[in-house]
């Protein structure tokens, strides 16, 4: 964020993350909109439409959601923006994947106002989409900064950021101090993920897997009313609850019992979306098509009893 600004020398920053649930602290810390921060948002933070293919307005079609951030430009700021944040498959959001062709559109509009493309690979990063490393990298677009932890340390507590000499070297006009920051043994630690992520081919098992695994959802997804959406990449994966298929009316407490009732299967499982009404099926890259099995299986069977 503080790059962004000192870089730029503008104000104004959009976010196209999810406008209730985040991840990166810089983000929240920006926008206020968090179970743990104080729900004012920032002066000089535009939310832009969410480009959500399943509950957006505009549905599949990533060029009109991407007009939204043109207008935000043209009549909510001076014409200059500081930055673009988003997220290639919101998380916490729900594993909500952008609306085909809505960032190569983004990327254009945010370059010609001087902003920064800034993509959030917390979740999304490190081979768990399978067909990428990163989740970016499906879109056909290269931001200037990346933001990356979680899957960097495997459960060591370690976050990094990614950008170019151009914008690093702003930091060199500010006094900059960071406790933890370039400690030895986090790098040592995330070099020891790299070799194994590399060695044991879990991006690839990370997209055969996943495949498989989405196949046998959308199974279930056809058995059963209660699934209305099943989405993802690799092995960050959503399935959507929902009471009225039409409607795609939340089914806030059926989603709470079948998580309670695979939890006493044995398969814990975190939900997350606007409306906490989705599943979000992320496991260990390390996940085996008997895993999978395991998960569908336990879910069909919590579904067939209620």
Known sequence: MLIA???????????????????????????????????????????????????????????????????????????HVSAFMF??????????????????????????????????????????TGSHFWGFEAHNVVPDIVTMAKGIGNGFPLG?????????????????????????????AGMAVLKVIEKEQLQKNAFVVGSYLKQRLNTLKEKYELIGDVRGRGLMLGVEFVTDRELKTPANKETLH???????????????????NVFRVTPPLCFTKEDADFVADAMDLTLSRM
């Open 258 to 276: 079948v998580m309670d009732q695979m939890k006493e299967s044995g398969v814990l499982v975190g939900k997350g979306g606007y409306y906490g």
């Open 160 to 188: 990094a950021v990614v950008t170019t000499q151009e914008i690093a070297e702003v930091l060199t006009h500010r006094n900059y101090f960071n406790t933890f920051g370039g400690n030895p043994v986090s790098t040592a």
């Open 5 to 79: 600004r000192l870089y730029t020398g503008c104000h104004d920053i959009i976010s196209v993350r999810n406008a209730y649930h985040g991840n990166a602290a810089g983000t929240m810390g920006a926008t206020a909109q968090s179970n743990w921060k104080f729900n004012v948002v920032q002066s000089g933070v535009h939310h832009a439409v969410n480009p959500d293919p399943y509950r957006g307005i505009f549905g599949s079609d990533g060029e009109k959601y991407a007009r939204d951030v043109q207008d935000i430009i043209n009549f909510s700021t001076s014409g």
């Open 87 to 128: 997220e290639a498959i919101q998380g916490v959001g729900g594993i909500v994947e952008l609306a085909p062709g809505y960032l190569p559109a983004v990327y254009n509009t945010v370059k010609e106002a001087g902003g920064l493309f800034i993509a959030d690979e917390v979740q999304a990063g490190f081979g768990r």
